[in-house]
Each structure stands twice: as C-alpha cells, then as structure tokens.
T-cell receptor
C-alpha cells in the first residue's frame, strides 16, 4: 500500500513565525501536491512538484513556498505565518504521467494565533 | 477553466436509505472523474473513478456513471450504512497540463441508525 505521511497532525504557531510542513511518500512517486482544505471551499491546490527540484504554482500559492530536494519528500513553507493561513493542509502523491490516482496523507491542522 | 460543483450539504439519512450526491463539471474535452471520501480524522482516499464517457465506476456499493451529455458524475448507493458517514468530494483531472485535480466543495454525509 502507498503510504503518505505528514510530520504533524496538529500544529499551533504564532503570527509571523516561519512554519515547515513535511510530507513523505514511500512509493517512489514522481508527483507530489500540497492542498489546503477549508469548509465550503473543498481542496485548493497550493503547489505541486513533478520531479526533484521542480515545482509549479497551484491556484493559491501566495504566502507559501515549497521545497523538493529528494524524491520522497515535499515540504511546504509558510515564510511568515498569518491568521488567514489557519487551515487543514493535505499532502498527496501520484505515480507519474498517465496516472490519475492521488494518494493522500492524514493532514496537518495548522492554527495560527 | 475546469470546475466541479457538488450538491450542498450536509446530508442526513437513515440507515438503509438510498443515497444520491450530485456532481456536475465544466471542462474541455473528456476529463477523468473521481469520487474521494474523507472519514473523520483521516485524509482523502479514492472511492471510485471513470476515465471516459459512459464508464461506470464502482466500489463498496457506491457507483457513479460518467455522463458526457449532462456533464455529470452523480454518486449513488442503494442502501447506506452508519459507517458511510464521511465527507465526499467529486474531482476531475483535465486533459491538458499536469496531473492536478480540481475538487468540488465536498458534501458531508451523516447516516443515523
């Protein structure tokens, strides 16, 4: 089974802090994704990566950056956390070109005070 | 651009009732269509998918048919169980661009015994 793990289930940070969310997949997948989930808005794509050191902006990249130094790990960075970034963050991965199915981690619920 | 619209929730049903959750989409060509489910405290997992018109995806008693003429992918189950209580997301993957998914806003389903 594909396993996608996220570093924390719950995280509380203060406004202005730099925040790192880590995601690791164990199935040698090419593609990795970061979404945020908010009530009534579904999932919105922040960034995705289709290869090591490659990244593309999703629909809501403002205030976020990402890093993919190794194939199995994809990090989401909030350079200066703000209260409007309080949300559930979901990481996903998929095999590669031609593969539709994304596999999701359990999510990190981030609260910014 | 591509978009997905789901019926408003929450939906509350009694055990053994018939379930329909409506999903319509806007996209160019023939996208791939998905239903994902999120059980309480967990990430999303793929429930079923269809990749071409008139295909029927099915899993765990749920089914959905890809209807190109009505641009719909409604989720149905003949007899729901308490364990089906979850949030359901309809999603599509377009024919162009990278492997990213576009999600609907999600429908929360509660089944009462």
């Amino acid at each position: 089974d594909v396993k996608v793990t996220q570093s924390s289930r719950y995280l509380v940070k203060r406004t202005g802090e730099k925040v790192f969310l880590e995601c690791v997949q164990d199935m040698d997948h090419e593609n990795m994704f970061w979404y945020r989930q908010d009530p009534g808005l579904g999932l919105r794509l922040i960034y995705f990566s289709y290869d090591v050191k490659m990244k593309e902006k999703g629909d809501i990249p403002e205030g976020y950056s990402v890093s993919r130094e190794k194939k199995e790990r994809f990090s989401l960075i909030l350079e200066s956390a703000s209260t409007n970034q309080t949300s559930m963050y979901l990481c996903a991965s998929s095999l590669g070109t031609g593969s539709d199915t994304q596999y999701f981690g359990p999510g990190t619920r981030l609260t910014v005070l | 651009g591509n978009s997905v619209t789901q019926m408003e929730g929450p939906v509350t049903l009694s055990e053994e009732a018939f379930l329909t959750i409506n999903c319509t989409y806007t996209a160019t060509g023939y996208p791939s269509l998905f239903w994902y489910v999120q059980y309480p405290g967990e990430g999303l997992q793929l429930l079923l998918k269809a990749t071409k018109a008139d295909d029927k995806g099915s899993n765990k008693g749920f089914e959905a048919t890809y209807r190109k003429e009505t641009t719909s992918f409604h989720l149905e189950k003949g007899s729901v169980q308490v364990s089906d209580s979850a949030v359901y997301f309809c999603a599509l993957k377009g024919i162009q661009g990278a492997q990213k998914l576009v999600f609907g806003q999600g429908t929360r389903l509660t089944i009462n015994p």
